[in-house]
């Protein structure tokens, strides 16, 4: 069984800046690639940001782009997602994904992943 454990979230003001970072434990395995989702209060999950191990291949959603970085470590399963120049509307519970898989979907659904993380929220405040 693999885990993912997210931390780093909290509350914080209107343009400033927080990181997040996410760990697999367990039975870890090679993934493909890891990426973050977030879900607002009466929302559906949305993609937030992946990176693809094989070259190093980054994606983001239009929302956060410029805003939002994402890194990693494939050999230590690891992920980050740093978040600048926050706005309200990006409150929401974080989650981290891997997958081991390159699924046609693709990384940018959430039927791309194969493990999930608990969340952890993060709350901007204007």
Known sequence: QVQLVESGGGLVQAGHSLILSCAASGRTVSSYAMGWFRQAPGKEREF????????????????????????????KNTVYLQMNSLKPEDTAVYYCAATATAYFIGLRSITGYDYWGQGTQVTVSS
Do not use: E
């Open 48 to 75: 937030v940001a992946a990176i693809k191990w094989s070259g190093r291949n980054t994606y983001y959603a239009d929302s956060v782009k410029g805003r939002f970085t994402i890194s990693g470590d494939n050999a």
